[in-house]
């Protein structure tokens, strides 16, 4: 199995930055594609930033040139850079990892972390 360990998360002023980590944890191999996903209260989770392995990237048009996704493959890790923050960011921010190569084969579905709380000030 996998455990994703999330942390990073916080209250900040609008205009702020903050930097949130994900760390994959377990008996893993290869994961293709790490990103992050957040759920404002009362919405749906939507996509914010994800990544894959080969350094494809892919990012919600309401982040685009304010966040930075990146990833460290060897540590299994995805980070994800907020800059210049605004009040509509604020969420439930979930990492995501999906497409893992177990070292006995791929796993069958994708895993989530347990969230970080993620509140911009206005």
């Known amino acids: 199995q996998v455990q994703l360990v999330e942390s990073g998360g916080g209250l900040v002023q609008a205009g702020g930055s903050l930097r949130l980590s994900c760390a994959a944890s377990g008996s893993i191999r290869s994961i293709n594609t790490m990103g992050w996903y957040r759920q404002a209260s009362g919405k749906q989770r939507e996509l914010v930033a994800a990544?894959?392995?080969?350094?494809?990237?892919n990012y919600a048009d309401s982040v685009k040139g304010r966040f930075t996704i990146s990833r460290d493959n060897a540590k299994n890790t995805v980070y994800l850079q907020m800059n210049s923050l605004k009040p509509e960011d604020t969420a439930v921010y979930y990492c995501?990892?999906?497409?893992?190569?177990?070292?006995?084969?791929?796993?069958?579905?994708?895993?989530w972390g347990q969230g970080t709380q993620v509140t911009v000030s206005s």
């Open positions: 995501n990892a999906d497409r893992i190569l177990f070292i006995w084969g791929p796993a069958h579905h994708e895993y």
């Open positions: 990544m894959t392995s080969g350094g494809s990237t």
